[in-house]
């Protein structure tokens, strides 16, 4: 079951934006952490084709439970689901490290009145990754979240998202640091009737 909560309008988005959740994000390796997000964002590489699949099926599972009850609550009978582009250009990625936006794309053409909007955003210059914070072996170029970094860094199909409901899906909400809010106004300005944003996990961190 979703939960819902409001983004406010900041330097990023123009206006407030419901958003909605499916459980908290609390820690990696905590006591009822959804750690298969981490699983899914397969940062290095490294994690067995397996782990992937189940981490994959189970974000299947709860975009399946959730989305419908969103539509219902917004009294919307369709819409498509747009995933927030991952922080390096698209081509950076092996299949493996794009899990996520492959269960948006599952779920998006099991669950009536979805059209799946995966192709829409795609990220063509890097941005900095906000979660890497240390020194991790790997290259961690690109700008910083600022507003309009979006549109800068990403290719967008005005055509696709002219005049859609939008549910736009990440894996993790943290507030203050602004790609989603950012990527919410970006779909309003290339056309988007409405948009709702939605995540898996949500931290209280500010």
Known sequence: MSNEFIIER?????????????QLYTG???PGNPDFLNTLK?????????????????????LIEDIPEILTDSCWSNCMLVGVPRAKSLKSYLNSQLMLREAIRIAANNIHG???GTDCIKRVV??????????????????E???GITVDTCQIDKSRIMNQNIIL???????NVNIDEDCIQALLDNGANKV???SIGYTRRI
Do not use: M, W
């Not at 067995?48 to 599972?61: F, Q, S, Y």
């Not at 890097?126 to 700008?143: E, F, M, S, V």
């Open 196 to 198: 709702i944003f939605y």
């Open 126 to 143: 890097n941005t900095r990754t906000t979660h890497l914070r240390t020194a991790t072996g790997i290259p961690n170029d690109g700008d």
């Open 42 to 62: 397969n940062t290095f590489d490294s994690e067995p084709h397996r782990n992937l699949v189940e981490a994959r099926d189970k974000v299947i599972g709860i």
């Open 114 to 116: 979805v059209i799946d």
């Open 169 to 175: 899906i990440d894996d993790i909400y943290t507030r």
């Open 145 to 147: 979240p600022y507003p």
């Open 28 to 30: 990696f390796r905590q």
């Open 10 to 22: 900041n330097y990023y988005l123009k206006r407030n934006t419901t958003g909605y959740y499916h």
